[in-house]
């Protein structure tokens, strides 16, 4: 498990810039934490790093955007309104873990199983998760965790 502390908006931008750089097709960012504490913004920077020109804003209303003009095809989720075990079979979120692309979740604790250790047991296909929890310390300060599992 990884620690970054981020200091200001900039530093969590550059932060998803740079694994927005090194992401490849396959991958899932699944993102946790509080309301405001970031989420949003780290996809952004991912997107930023994969070479998306498109404006990224937050699909709190429509679950998922898609972004085809960087370097890998991403797909932005916000299950927030997603609540129950019935919504999220209905929205057939596994149709957006695709082998060529990319996806950022935001509440992905809402959806993806973990065990008893919070590691995910099953990721929908995904060849490498990076689970994210953002805390927020301050104002202006967020502990970002992550961790990877897989290839
Ligand atoms: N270090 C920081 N990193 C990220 N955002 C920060 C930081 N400091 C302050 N902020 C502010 O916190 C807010 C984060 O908003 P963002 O929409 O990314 O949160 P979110 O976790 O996606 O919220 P939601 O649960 O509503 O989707 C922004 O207004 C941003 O400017
Ligand atoms: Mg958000």
Redesign the pocket.
Known sequence: MATYI????????ALGERWGREAAPGWLIA?S????????????GIARGLGVTERVH?P?FTIVNYYSSGRVPLWHL?L?RLETPEAMRSAGLDEYFKPEGVAAV??AERWLPVDLAGRVVDAGGAARVRRVS?QVID????KIEYEDSGA
Do not use: A, F, N, P
């Open positions: 981020s200091h200001s908006l900039e530093e969590t931008l993102i934490g509080d309301l405001g504490s970031g989420k949003t913004q780290l996809v952004r937050s709190t916000d927030y935001e509440w953002i104002e202006q300060v967020r």
